[in-house]
């Protein structure tokens, strides 16, 4: 397998473990978010002695800053197959600010208009719409994979009513991808447009706006740079120019405007319209830096990279005793999937692994939620009832039963031999193999041993740039 490792920061780095000892940190974690490509790090060192002030400066550094953030807007438009004149690239923060920027500019009809997502999301991709539209959930099968008869029925039953279908394209839970091309041709032969939230699925495939008049083509599309190696607070909406032209911007301030009377404004065209305020031009150059180099590495190398991992992964896992795996457990099934895994131990609270793995292995992995609590609960089958009642525990203050899964999502730099590692750390807690004196708190869940010092400030203080 190739080996991409020095193309990334700080993966050698050594964390201290509760027995007093060190080890190379492995992070399985990356579907929350990456380390960063070293040719992003690069791009920013590079660009910060020409920082300078962007769009509204005539000094050489200011048109230089422009320059370099209208250059990273065409990266980003190249990276997901956006036809320039018909969509804009705007940058925000990340998915969960790209999301609810369409939800406030998208022209919904909140008395009439319907929002198709499913039960499968991200709750970036969904509370954002039950703010401006009438959400409809489609049904997820067992494994929770999206019930496509069910989306066809909803499309049929709520037809002219259909405003947006936004789906995620890959789950941060369960590594499933939607069929999202499908959906799109499904909702533009309604009269609806589709917006597909790619945050998960950027780092792992490559992604083709396609052309508007091709019926499968994608409305709009969100991604985040901190899950594609560039961790400096960028990410993108990348949308329909003709959405963005209506109505007024969301927020409003400096940059989006062409004039100011004290009675009226005449807006400035998108993208600028939909960038309040001065942007974070180094975060949006570190991103399309990283993108350029993804794309240099190649989809198709990365996607059977990962597949590989994944394919391991469910090999070993499938051999603990008391695991359960969701989603879908088939080694043999990994190329049409994300590398995120999750399972569960039976008799062992998901808090607790997550703890294990990190105070006694140096692994961090995600537990928990994954901020898809309509998701995990479908997952684990839990009755209303149940749920009700773990909601009013926890609505008390009391997280010590919070439901949760543990999860391992891979990126592009991690091993086999990582995974080994894992499994070995995996099946001595299984065994009952740690020494740690762990307690729970009740107020959040989390597990911690009894006497551990995590000493930050030797690694890392801001006291230190004073
Ligand atoms: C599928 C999906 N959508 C949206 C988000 C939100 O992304 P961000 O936290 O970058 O806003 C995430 C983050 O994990 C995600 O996995």
Same mark, same amino acid.
């Given at each position: 397998m190739e080996n991409y490792r020095n193309l990334f920061e700080g993966l050698d780095l050594e964390v201290p473990l509760l027995d007093g000892s060190k080890t190379r940190y492995i992070n399985f974690d990356n579907a929350a978010s990456t380390p960063a490509i070293k040719t992003s790090l690069d791009a920013l060192n590079d660009f910060l002695m020409f920082y300078s002030s962007v769009h509204? @400066?005539?000094g050489y550094k200011s048109q230089l800053s422009t320059y370099a953030y209208e250059e990273a807007r065409h990266v980003i438009c190249d990276f997901v197959g956006a036809n320039p004149q018909d969509h804009n690239v705007v940058f925000v923060k990340n998915t969960t600010e790209a999301l609810n920027k369409l939800a406030r500019r998208f +022209?919904?009809?909140? $008395?009439r208009d319907v929002l198709i997502t499913s039960v499968m999301e991200h709750h970036s991709n969904d509370l954002p719409w039950r703010q401006t539209a009438n959400v409809v959930h489609v049904k997820l099968k067992k494994d929770g994979s999206l019930d496509l008869a069910d989306l066809e029925k909803k499309l049929a039953e709520y037809a002219d009513r259909v405003a947006l279908v936004s789906i995620t394209?890959?789950? &941060? %839970?369960?590594?499933f991808i939607n069929p999202f091309y499908d959906i799109a041709e499904q909702a533009h032969a309604i009269g609806a447009q589709i917006c597909v939230d790619c945050a998960q699925l950027a780092p792992h495939r490559a992604i083709d706006m396609l052309e508007?008049?091709?019926?499968?083509?994608?409305?709009y599309v969100s991604i985040s740079a901190h899950k594609l190696y560039?961790?400096? @607070?960028s990410g993108a909406l990348i949308g329909r120019r003709d959405t963005f032209l209506q109505?007024? +911007?969301d927020m409003v301030g400096g @940059? %989006? %405007?062409e004039i100011v009377t004290l009675d009226d404004v005449y807006w400035a065209e998108p993208p600028d319209k939909e960038e309040?305020?001065?942007?974070n031009h180094v975060g949006a150059i570190a991103f399309a830096a990283a993108v350029k180099k993804l794309v240099s590495i190649g989809y198709d190398k990365i996607a059977a990279h990962e597949a590989k991992l994944t394919a391991h992964a469910l090999r070993k896992l499938? $051999?603990?005793?008391r695991i359960v795996i969701y989603g879908d457990d088939n080694?043999?099934?990994?190329?049409?999937?994300?590398g995120v895994v999750p399972f569960s131990l039976e008799g062992i609270n998901h808090f607790k692994v997550a703890a294990i793995l990190s105070y006694e292995f140096g692994i961090g992995v995600r537990n928990g939620c994954f901020c898809a609590h309509p998701l995990i609960l479908h997952l684990l089958q839990y009755s209303e009832e149940k749920a009700k009642e773990l909601q009013a525990e926890m609505m008390a203050? &009391? &997280? %010590? &039963?919070?439901p949760g899964l543990i999860r391992m999502s891979f990126g592009i730099y991690n091993t086999i031999q990582e995974i080994d590692i894992f499994i070995t750390a995996i099946k001595k807690i299984t065994a009952g193999e740690y020494f740690g004196d762990y307690v729970q708190d009740v107020p959040t869940g989390e597990f911690h041993p009894k @006497?551990?010092?995590?000493?930050f400030e030797k690694y890392f203080s801001i006291e230190n740039y004073g």
């Open positions: 509204r @400066g005539t +022209p919904f009809t909140k $008395e394209g890959g789950s &941060n %839970v369960t590594g508007l008049d091709d019926p499968r083509h994608l409305d560039a961790p400096f @607070g109505g007024e +911007p @940059g %989006v %405007v309040a305020g001065s942007p499938s $051999e603990i005793p080694p043999k099934k990994t190329t049409d999937r994300l203050g &009391n &997280n %010590v &039963n919070k @006497g551990w010092e995590p000493k």
